[in-house]
């Protein structure tokens, strides 16, 4: 997991052949918790939090949509990119036993989490798993465009995968 975090830190290519999905996961994750500003920021937590807290599906979707178009352009180009993905991790739960709610539950609290670490934030924990289960749930609802040529994920032949991004 070092030597993939190390690869992705210096730009250099990521070899996946060999490395178990779980490790690359593993590593994925350490990355986006390390970040000194979450993905779906600071500022935005308590926006994701109500939305959360909506009673309805619709209601609820609505609201993280709004949200979700409130990030930075290059949080928004990433975070479609991953849900993206997730969906189609989710999309094959049957073998791999990650499903929306799985994945929101592993992915909540790496994505987004309060300024400060308090008890309350420990019990909004839920609501951001939520969350998460509701972008990949509803991704064609809350995400406007799907990556193109701004992000991608390029996993090629030779086993290396990248993660392009090219800012609007």
């Known amino acids: 997991m070092l ?23 593993s590593a ?8 000194p500003v979450p993905l779906m920021t ?6 994701f939090i109500r939305a959360a807290k909506v009673p309805t599906v ?23 990119a991953l849900v993206m993905h997730l ?8 073998q791999n036993k990650m499903d929306a709610s799985n994945l929101g539950v592993v992915f909540g609290p790496t994505l987004m989490r309060p300024l400060h670490e308090s ?10 798993n939520i969350v998460v289960e509701s972008m990949i749930s ?5 995400f406007d465009e799907h990556p193109g ?6 996993a090629q032949s030779n086993g290396v995968c990248r993660l392009n991004v090219n800012p609007p």
């Open 3 to 25: 030597r993939l975090c190390a690869c992705a830190e210096t730009g250099k290519p990521l070899g996946l052949d060999d490395e178990d999905p779980t490790t690359v996961t």
């Open 149 to 154: 040529g701004g992000v991608c994920f390029n």
């Open 119 to 128: 008890v309350y934030g420990i019990m909004e924990i839920s609501y951001q």
């Open 28 to 35: 994925l994750k350490l990355y986006l918790r390390e970040m």
């Open 138 to 142: 509803h991704m064609d609802e809350i």
């Open 87 to 94: 969906s189609r991790v989710a999309a094959k739960s049957d």
């Open 58 to 80: 619709e209601g609820r979707v609505a609201a993280i949509k709004e949200s979700v178009k409130k990030l930075p352009a290059l949080n928004y180009q990433i975070l479609n």
């Open 42 to 47: 600071f500022e935005l937590h308590a926006d």
